[in-house]
């Protein structure tokens, strides 16, 4: 397995560590591996933000805060609520239940009880109204 150095933290790591540029046709493998990048690269987002927060308010305004934004939010929260999906049940955990991030991942089988639970009060619920 070939190997390459990384110029920011010097460790020797495969080449699968590094990212690629595409640059006139030819493929270029980076000098910093991408743990080094992604953080150099977070560091430059988080700077440019910081600059820049009235651009981004604006922008925000534009996006996030329209009609159709919310509708869509309110759909797809909708669906997740619906499905029962992993970060729902976890958010349900910590609203309803009072439990914290490190207890539920200490945990996992809360999640699975938490699923049994509103299972049962939504089959419970629809039992009652067909009645
Ligand atoms: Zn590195």
Not at 29 to 55: F, G, H, Q, S, V
Not at 74 to 85: F, G, L, Q
Request: glycine share 2%; aromatic share 10%; proline share 1%.
């Amino acid at each position: 397995m070939e190997s390459k150095i990384c110029r920011k933290c010097n460790q020797t790591k495969e080449l699968s560590a590094f990212g690629k540029n595409y640059s006139r046709g030819v493929i270029y493998i980076r000098n910093i591996c991408l743990d080094c990048y992604r953080e150099a690269k977070n560091a430059t987002n988080r700077a440019y933000m910081a600059r820049n927060r009235d651009k981004q308010k604006v922008w925000q305004e534009r996006h996030f805060k329209t009609e159709k934004y919310r509708q869509t939010t309110i759909k797809r929260r909708a669906k997740y609520r619906n499905e029962m999906a992993e970060h729902f049940l976890k958010g349900e955990l910590k609203r309803v239940n009072k439990f914290d991030e490190q207890t539920i991942k200490n945990n996992p089988e809360l999640l699975e009880f938490k699923k049994a639970q509103l299972t049962l009060k939504r089959t419970l619920r629809e039992l009652k109204n067909n009645q």
